[in-house]
């Protein structure tokens, strides 16, 4: 997800600088995972739910991890995708959005921990949309937040509990995410990406 | 796109993302919690000059499982009946703050003027004018009609009912239309719509019921149902609802009724209806719709009404999906200024 | 609005032929050529008419003033204003007003109701039957002998379907040298029809008004005028079909006349797609196939003369949706300059064709040609000075709301058309002058004053 509007002035940094690549992707996903699972003393009980559109692929990344870990898990059973769309504050800001797949394991929530997955973190209205969601899908004992970019500018009191990357930024940057599964349209030799745009000074 | 008049407002990518829309609304009918907080705050009206109880229903549905306020504003019985008064009445419902009007109207092109006409800047929804248009209910034959059948037999069979289809169109697929076309809203809204998502649609009548004029429309037209069910094998056959009143002489009264649009019951249901027998001359695969509510006996048997092949309580339970995504592409996206 | 005062105008082209000289004076046409100022005095007006055309004042055979009974959507005083505007010196008013002109008492009071407001000549349409149910002859020979002396009957806006009630309509009025005016519409054909049945129809879901329902009317009609040597004339001919039926009964000889509205010789049923109701009119706007057999049958006379069915209607009567609305448009401020955009700008008629159409046919149909105030007459010495000037260069966009007509009922709002009128003279009075009529009322159709 890129958040925030186009333009300039980052005092780190130049225009379209990358701040992560494919291997500190991975690097920080695979930090992500044992976080978790320390945290949560292991995969038991976890459903890791991605939100479209970038947390569904960080999501089924982060259950391949957990399964290298823990041989025993079957990681296409963790993860689901959550969309948040009808529970967004802000449709009457936007045009029309197109609605994305909502699927819970086979297991549902109820009494799970339940691991939003997101690429960016940013108001955190999208969160607060995702546990609204999550609320009507049933009532899991524990919701969890990881994300692989935290940008800051929080307008809602929340936080993430697995950050792969914190990155200040200002209002007017632009953090873009690009992923092998997500973004093939934006040429065959796609790698994973994290670029800061708006760099003007 | 701000209001739904006609079926033809719709291209073939217009048409497949209400689809897929509606397939996601659906996927959330399926759970405990049946209700969306997305349209929280926004007022819906039904405005309805002719009973539909089925078709108001439907739409009140949709929309409170959106969240949406819901009025509901029965006009006909009440003396608002003509002229001015439509405008009254919506300018009215806009002043108590709507922001969509769905309009059920006896005369044709009735939500096309109050779209148009500059009396209000409500979004409005056609749920059936005249003898015009009715094009959600074109929407849930044409969802219903995908899910069954789009894609063919390499369809995944594994995925969830509500997804299968998703993003595909109607190309290929052969779809029969019977009954009284002349008065069908239904008949021209499919037609338009089944067309424009690729399939070819077959209209069959008595000619008395096939309006002059429809020799320009996308589709063919017999006057044969035991031929074009022999020869065409279609994949889905939509029986439409025959009129009492519009039987053969002797029903009604008065110098509009004396004549009838066929010689009797009895005949029409012996050349178009759909019974066992003619049931049994379609693929195995195919579907029988029908936009309700069904005369039984005349222009569809109990045996197809009831059979495994009829899907028309799914149709019903389909037209909540679509009318909720309808409602959810025109209400929940910027406001539009009307200076 | 001296009655004596003097009008010299130069350099006009009568029927659009060599410009020259008229002179007006005492209600008459005292003198045509160069010379005609000769005769003019120290009072005369002089008007520069350069690129001015001449013609005839305006006759329409077939218009509704509404009055009385519906004085909130016109009124005669404020139809025959718009008629002078549109250039029109007499005009021919329905009978379908409220109570119906089918006596004698009725058709007076519209006669002196025009002859009070002064704008136009207005001569009564007495109906045909009674309260126009179709059932029993009206008192037609008491309108004819009355003060109004009614030779045009019609039951305007219902057929005369019954075969019976039509021949002896027809035979009737032999007596005093009457024309029947039918609306062909079978009405049986045509419940609850709203438009022209074809291919928009089906599309859009409105109720068909097919051809046929004023063909077969019209072959009726034809046959029963000539089995009883009456004279027929038909109302707002619309069909290719009509056309070939009046060509066929032409050629045999029988004393029929047709009419066709300018709407008709520009407007298509592809309108109905707007479902404004401002395209609602019966007969409907038919396609573009029968716009061209019309146009083709006016310049060819066919068809005979152009009559505006000016049909004015409230608010209130065209804000709703279709079905609900009332028939008809109005159509005198706009007659000429469509007349002149369909026929004259694409070469088809000349002046001198329009004048025949919009002054002497009509005339001559309704017979008012002759008698104490003859209408429709030659540009000629000793004839009433019925003048109406046209610049036949000017380009002018319909302004609907800025009409003269009570009603705001046009189709054309919007629409350029060509041919504006300047100046109207009713025996030798200017009703209109400038494009502004007499008591300073503007017409949306006539256009800014000062064109000339």
């Known amino acids: ?201 | 796109m701000k209001h739904l008049l006609s079926a033809g407002d719709l291209d073939r990518d217009a048409a497949i993302h209400v689809l897929d829309t509606a397939a996601r609304m659906a996927a959330t009918q399926g759970r405990e919690m049946k209700k969306l907080p997305t349209l929280r705050g926004r007022t819906v009206v039904n405005l309805f000059f002719e009973d539909s109880t089925r078709t108001r229903i439907s739409f009140e549905t949709a929309a409170k499982r959106l969240s949406a306020d819901v009025i509901n504003f029965a006009a006909k019985g009440s003396s608002v009946s003509k002229g001015e008064s439509l405008k009254d009445t919506a300018q009215t419902l806009q002043a108590m703050g709507a922001d969509a009007v769905v309009i059920r109207h006896p005369a044709s092109g009735a939500p096309h003027r109050l779209a148009h006409s500059g009396w209000v800047g409500t979004s409005v929804i056609n749920a059936g004018d005249g003898t015009h248009q009715h094009p959600t209910q074109a929407l849930l034959d044409a969802y219903t009609i995908r899910q069954h059948l789009a894609g063919g037999p390499t369809h995944d069979p594994t995925a969830e009912p509500d997804q299968r289809g998703l993003g595909q169109d109607l190309a290929g697929l052969r779809i029969a239309i019977v009954g009284d076309v002349l008065h069908s809203r239904v008949a021209r809204s499919n037609v338009q719509l089944l067309h424009t998502l690729g399939a070819q649609v077959t209209l069959v009548a008595p000619p008395t019921l096939v309006p002059v004029g429809a020799q320009a429309w996308p589709c063919d037209v017999s006057y044969h149902l035991d031929e074009v069910l022999a020869d065409q094998q279609p994949d889905a056959i939509m029986m439409l609802r025959v009129q009492r009143e519009r039987m053969g002489a002797g029903a009604g009264s008065g110098p509009s009724h004396g004549t009838g649009f066929f010689p009797s019951p009895l005949e029409y249901t012996r050349a178009f209806g759909l019974d066992a027998r003619r049931l049994r001359m379609l693929p195995d695969h195919a579907i029988v719709l029908h936009p309700g509510p069904m005369n039984r006996g005349l222009e569809i048997s109990a045996d197809a009404a009831d059979s495994a092949r009829a899907v028309i309580l799914e149709q019903v339970t389909n037209g909540v999906a679509v009318r909720m995504a309808v409602l959810y592409l025109l209400l929940a996206k910027e406001k539009e200024t009307w200076a | 609005m001296g009655v004596t005062t003097q009008y010299l105008l130069r350099g006009v082209a009568p029927l659009g032929g060599a410009p020259t000289d008229l002179l007006l004076a005492d209600g008459r046409i005292v003198a045509v050529g160069p010379d005609a100022s000769d005769g003019a005095g120290p009072e005369a007006v002089t008007i520069q008419g350069d690129g001015l055309v001449a013609l005839p004042g305006l006759v329409d055979l077939h218009t509704h003033l509404r009055e009385p009974g519906r004085e909130d959507a016109e009124t005669v005083a404020t139809g025959t204003r718009a008629a002078a505007l549109g250039g029109f010196t007499s005009v021919h008013a329905m009978a379908n007003t409220s109570p119906v002109a089918d006596t004698a008492g009725v058709v007076e009071q519209v006669w002196r109701l025009g002859r009070d407001a002064g704008w136009v000549d207005v001569h009564p349409v007495g109906a045909v039957s009674m309260g126009l149910a179709g059932e029993q002859l009206a008192e037609l020979g008491a309108m004819a002998h009355s003060a109004a002396r009614v030779r045009v009957f019609s039951d305007d806006g219902h057929c005369v379907d019954d075969p019976v009630l039509m021949r002896r309509a027809l035979e009737y009025v032999k007596a005093f040298d009457g024309v029947i005016a039918q609306h062909s519409q079978e009405p049986r054909l045509t419940l609850g029809s709203q438009m022209h049945e074809g291919i928009v129809s089906a599309e859009v879901g409105l109720a068909g008004w097919p051809a046929v329902a004023e063909e077969a009317i019209i072959a009726r009609d034809v046959l029963l005028a000539e089995h009883v040597g009456s004279r027929l004339h038909v109302c707002h001919v619309s069909t290719a079909g009509s056309v070939e039926i009046l060509r066929w009964a032409k050629s045999r000889g029988i004393s029929v006349t047709a009419e066709v509205t300018p709407h008709h010789l520009l407007l298509t049923d592809e309108l109905a797609r707007s479902y404004d109701p401002l395209y609602k009119v019966n007969p409907p706007l038919r396609t573009a196939a029968d716009v061209e057999a019309v146009r083709e049958a006016l310049a060819d006379g066919t068809i005979d003369i152009v009559a505006t069915d000016h049909a004015p209607h409230t608010r209130e009567d065209k804000d709703c949706e279709w079905a609900a609305a009332a028939f008809g448009m109005t159509g005198l401020e706009t007659a000429l300059g469509i007349v002149t955009r369909t026929m004259v700008d694409t070469g088809r008629m000349t002046w001198a064709d329009v004048a025949r159409v919009l002054s002497s046919a009509p005339a001559r149909i309704g017979r008012v040609h002759e008698g104490e105030r003859p209408q429709g007459r030659p540009l000629s010495v000793g004839e009433p000075a019925n003048v109406t000037l046209v610049d036949p260069a000017a380009r002018w966009t319909v302004d609907g709301t800025q009409l003269a007509s009570t009603s705001r009922n046009t189709p054309f709002g919007g629409r350029e058309l060509s041919g504006r009128v300047v100046a109207t003279f009713l025996r030798g009075r200017p009703t209109v002058l400038d494009g502004v009529a007499a008591d300073g009322t503007r017409s949306g159709a006539a256009g800014p004053p000062g064109g000339a």
């Open chain 1, 1 to 201: 997800m890129s958040s925030g509007p186009a333009l300039p002035v980052p005092a780190s940094g130049v225009p379209g600088a990358e701040v992560l690549g494919p291997a500190e992707i991975t690097r920080a996903l695979t930090r992500i995972a044992h976080e978790i699972l320390e945290r949560n003393k292991g995969a038991s009980g976890i459903v890791l739910l991605g939100i479209p559109t970038r947390g569904l692929p960080l999501a089924h990344r982060l259950a391949a991890k957990i399964a290298e870990v823990e041989p025993d898990v079957d990681p296409s059973s963790l993860v689901g995708s959550l969309d948040v769309t009808m529970y967004r504050d802000d449709l009457h800001r936007h045009p029309t959005r197109t609605i994305g797949a909502t699927e819970v394991p086979a297991d549902g929530v109820d009494d799970k921990v339940v691991v939003l997955v997101d690429d960016v973190l940013f108001s955190g209205r999208t969160i607060r949309a995702a546990l609204d969601a999550l609320n009507d899908l049933g009532r899991p004992r524990a919701v969890q937040l990881a994300v692989l970019v935290d940008r800051g500018h929080r307008e809602l009191p929340i936080r993430a509990d697995y950050v792969g990357k914190n990155l200040p930024t200002s209002l007017s940057e632009k953090v873009r995410v690009r992923l092998s599964e997500t973004d093939p349209d934006a040429g065959p030799q796609v790698v994973d990406t994290v670029r800061i745009d708006g760099g003007e000074r």
